[in-house]
C-alpha cells in the first residue's frame, strides 16, 4: 500500500526550530518529486515546499512566506522526506501534509498530517 | 503570481442533483497543470481529477474536469451522500510554482 506518514509536530515557541518528517512506503520514493503544504485551522491549503526527484536535479522550490526559514531534503537511501523549519511565527501554525507529487505537480498521494502549534 | 479564484464559494444542493464547480484563473494555465481535490472534514485532500480532465485511480464516473485557458469547471452528475465536502483547484505554474483556489464547500440542502 502507497503511504506517507509524517512525524514531528507539536508546540514550539515564535523563534524556535521543529524537523518534520515524511516516512514513504509502497513505492519506489527515489522516483518521485515530494512535497509539504499546509492547512491553518479552518483555513484553506497552502503550498509550502517540494523538492524534485534526483532525475529532475533533487531541486527545491519554496513559498515566500517560509523561504529563507524552511527547508525540504529527502533521504532516498531510506525513504524520507524532512521540513525543517526554523524561525518559527504564530502564523506557522497549521497542520502539515506530506505528498507524492506526479509528473505535473499534482499530488496524488497525502500523509494524514502533523499539526504544528507555534505559540509562547 | 497566478490567483485561482473558485466560485460558488457555498453550494448547497440535495442528493441526486448535479453540482458544477467553477476554478478561473488570473492567468493562462496549461491545462497538463491543473487539478481538483476533494477535503472531508478532518481528512486528508484526495484527488480527484487532473490534466485537468482525467480521473485519478477510483474516482467514479459522475465526477468530470473540463476547461482551458482561464476557465476550469468540476461537474458532479448525481450527488451521492459522500460527496459534500470542499473542493479545491490547483495549478502549477511560475513564482509561486503551485497554488490552489481558496475552495467551495458543497453541503447538503
Known amino acids: 500500500e502507497v503511504q506517507l506518514v509524517e512525524s514531528g509536530g507539536g508546540l514550539v515557541q515564535p523563534g524556535r526550530s521543529l524537523r518534520l518528517s515524511c516516512t514513504a512506503s509502497?513505492?519506489?520514493?527515489?522516483?518521485?518529486?515530494m512535497g509539504w503544504f499546509r492547512q491553518a485551522p479552518g483555513k484553506g491549503l497552502e503550498w509550502v515546499s517540494f523538492?524534485?526527484?534526483?532525475?529532475?536535479?533533487?531541486?527545491?522550490e519554496y513559498a515566500a512566506s517560509v523561504k529563507g526559514r524552511f527547508t525540504i531534503s529527502r533521504d532516498d537511501s531510506r525513504g524520507i522526506a524532512y521540513l525543517q523549519m526554523n524561525s518559527l511565527k504564530t502564523e506557522d501554525t497549521a497542520l502539515y501534509y506530506c505528498?507524492?507529487?506526479?509528473?505535473?505537480?499534482?499530488?496524488?498521494?497525502w500523509g494524514k498530517g502533523t499539526t504544528v502549534t507555534v505559540s509562547s | 503570481e497566478i490567483v485561482l479564484t473558485q466560485s460558488p464559494g457555498t453550494l448547497s444542493l440535495s442528493p441526486g442533483e448535479g453540482a458544477t464547480l467553477s476554478c478561473r484563473a488570473s492567468?493562462?494555465?496549461?491545462?497538463?497543470?491543473l487539478a481538483w481535490y476533494q477535503q472531508k472534514p478532518g481528512r486528508a485532500p484526495r484527488l480527484l481529477i487532473y490534466?485537468?480532465?482525467t480521473r485519478a485511480t477510483g474516482v467514479p464516473d459522475r465526477f468530470r474536469g473540463s476547461g482551458s485557458g482561464t476557465d476550469f469547471t468540476l461537474t458532479i452528475s448525481r450527488l451521492e451522500p459522500e460527496d459534500f465536502a470542499v473542493y479545491y483547484c490547483?495549478?502549477?505554474?511560475?513564482?509561486?510554482?503551485?497554488?490552489f483556489g481558496q475552495g467551495t464547500r458543497l453541503e447538503i440542502k
Open positions: 490534466g485537468p480532465s
Open positions: 505528498t507524492r507529487l506526479r509528473v505535473y505537480y499534482y499530488m496524488d498521494v
Open positions: 523538492i524534485r526527484s534526483r532525475a529532475y536535479g533533487g531541486t527545491t
Open positions: 492567468q493562462t494555465v496549461s491545462t497538463t497543470y
Open positions: 490547483q495549478q502549477y505554474g511560475s513564482s509561486p510554482p503551485i497554488t
Open positions: 509502497g513505492f519506489t520514493f527515489a522516483d518521485y518529486a
